[in-house]
């Protein structure tokens, strides 16, 4: 399977724990994206990276919310001191910017719920 | 403010119907608009997007309809088919000029096509 993988794929945690995600982009794409989608809602942008470096970070996400690209490969979410208001699905999508349109592909999410 | 106004909320078509799903934008910056399709606990999936230098795009059973002056955009999925029920997402992005290229979604639409 060659499309975009996320780790785990559920999450279950309590309320202060910190928690972290992981995305593996599609091969060659080196374009990263995170969104985070609630129940009845469309997917709301997080982050995004060119490479390893991270160009835009969206106000939703706190101080308690980090994002990594190390090597311009996978990338990783964390977030400290949950809380109940974090609980959704946290979605990663990448793209090729040698096609003609900035193509998003998404990953199968993250579900988070912190008790 | 909500940038890309979906509707209708949801949608019941009986099988060998017209799906038809509007989208309305209010940033005139935004370059690029595409589909997507999420099944429950599904990421979402790309069917078919647009650039606003065409008013009509045809993939299959899947049609994008767009009104430059009107900021609107629709899908249209002709023979609905049982298996099309999902929630759709429309969403637009500004794809030039060094953007970082994140897409605002809709709130979506849950279509049901009744056998």
């Not at chain 1, 809380?83 to 999508?93: N, R, V």
């Not at chain 2, 940033?27 to 429950?40: G, I, K, S």
């Not at chain 2, 430059?68 to 002709?78: C, R, V």
Request: aromatic content about 12%; glycine content about 8%; some cysteine.
């Amino acid at each position: 399977d060659t499309g975009v993988s996320q780790d785990p794929r559920h999450k279950i945690t309590k309320r202060g724990q910190n928690v972290t995600f992981r995305c593996d982009p599609i091969s060659e794409h080196n374009r990263l994206y995170w969104y985070r989608q609630t129940l009845g809602q469309g997917p709301e942008f997080l982050t995004y990276f060119q490479n390893e470096a991270q160009l835009e970070k969206s106000r939703l996400l706190s101080d308690r919310f980090s994002a990594e690209r190390p090597k311009g490969s996978f990338s990783t979410l964390e977030i400290q001191r949950t809380e109940q208001g974090d609980s959704a699905m946290y979605l990663c999508a990448s793209s090729d910017p040698d096609r003609v349109y900035n193509e998003q592909f998404f990953g199968p999410g993250t579900r988070l719920t912190v008790l | 403010q909500q940038q890309v106004k979906q509707s209708p909320q949801s949608l019941i078509v009986q099988k060998g119907g017209i799906s038809i799903i509007n989208c309305a934008y209010e940033n005139t910056a935004f370059d690029y608009f595409p589909w997507y399709q999420q099944f429950p606990g599904k990421g979402p999936a790309l069917l078919i997007a647009i650039r606003p230098d065409v008013s009509e795009k045809k993939e299959g059973r899947f049609t994008i309809s767009f009104n430059k002056s009107a900021k609107q955009f629709s899908l249209h999925i002709m023979d609905s088919q049982p298996g099309d029920s999902a929630t759709y997402f429309c969403a637009a992005s500004k794809d030039s000029g060094g953007s970082n290229y994140k897409l605002t979604f809709g709130k979506g639409t849950l279509l049901t096509v009744n056998p």
